[in-house]
């Protein structure tokens, strides 16, 4: 069974900075493509970041390009996004992904992400 937790969220004001993590059981993260979405109420989820297990290539939306960085840790199977120089716009719940093939996966950058975590809220105040 695969989990995904997240953690690392909470408030802070615009120009700050969060570290969110994914912690995975039942997937490895380094043989898996792993992303970052996010989502505000009403609206669709949208990609933050996505890193490919081949190559270690990453794709970055062109909102956060240049203020975010994916990265995993490969022995704790955790997957990480490094978040400066935050805006108000950048407020949502943060959900972590990874590739799966089950009912309703939704394809970015060529994986099919199929297993979600809970979220965990970033709210950034100007």
């Known amino acids: 069974q695969v989990q995904l937790v997240e953690s690392g969220g909470g408030s802070v004001q615009a120009g700050g900075s969060l570290r969110l993590s994914c912690a995975a059981s039942g997937v490895t993260v380094s043989r898996n493509c792993m992303g970052w979405f996010r989502q505000v109420p009403?609206?669709?989820r949208l990609e933050?970041?996505?890193l490919k297990s081949l190559g270690d290539i990453t794709y970055y939306s062109e909102s956060v390009k240049g203020r975010?960085?994916?990265?995993r840790d490969n022995p704790n199977n955790t997957v990480y996004l490094?978040?400066?120089?935050l805006k108000p716009e950048d407020t949502a719940m943060y959900y972590?992904?990874?590739a799966g093939s089950t009912p309703g996966a939704s394809f970015y950058r060529g994986c099919r992400f199929g297993y979600w975590g809970q979220g965990t809220q970033v709210t950034?105040?100007?």
Request: contains cysteine; aromatic residues 4%; negative net charge.
């Open 42 to 44: 009403g609206k669709e």
């Open 48 to 50: 933050v970041a996505v």
């Open 68 to 71: 975010f960085t994916i990265s």
């Open 82 to 85: 490094q978040m400066d120089s």
């Open 96 to 98: 972590c992904a990874a």
């Open 124 to 126: 950034v105040s100007s």
